[in-house]
């Protein structure tokens, strides 16, 4: 069974950064895409990025390009976030998703796992 734990959210300030991490496991996850999402109080799911497990091309939301980066590592199956330059409105609750297939699909119900979700606050 598929399990992505995310860690590392926390409070940093505005302007700060923050890197969170999804250890995947449970699945062989070479031909999937790791994707991360935000979901902010009363907003719908917001799709930032993804990464294919396999040959690592990632593919960014515009609301993010250039201010996160994913990365991942195969041997330690786990997915990184990296945020820089962090605002206010990026507070939310930040997912890792799993899906079979390429980085570039961006809405939520194109992926089949899901974490549990860690929360992100930044203060101005």
């Known amino acids: 069974q598929v399990q992505l734990v995310e860690s590392g959210g926390g409070l940093v300030q505005a302007g700060g950064s923050l890197t969170l991490s999804c250890a995947a496991s449970?699945?062989?996850?070479?031909?999937?895409?790791m994707g991360w999402f935000r979901q902010a109080p009363g907003k719908e799911r917001e799709f930032l990025g993804a990464i294919s497990w396999t040959i690592s091309s990632t593919f960014y939301a515009d609301s993010v390009k250039g201010r996160f980066t994913i990365s991942r590592d195969n041997a330690k199956n786990t997915v990184w976030l990296q945020m820089n330059s962090l605002k206010p409105e990026d507070t939310a609750v930040y997912y890792c998703?799993?899906?079979?297939?390429?980085?570039?699909?961006?809405?939520?119900?194109?992926?089949?796992?899901w974490g549990q979700g860690t929360q992100v606050t930044v203060s101005s």
């Open positions: 998703a799993a899906r079979g297939g390429g980085p570039t699909y961006t809405q939520p119900g194109d992926y089949e796992y």
């Open positions: 449970g699945h062989t996850f070479v031909g999937f895409a």
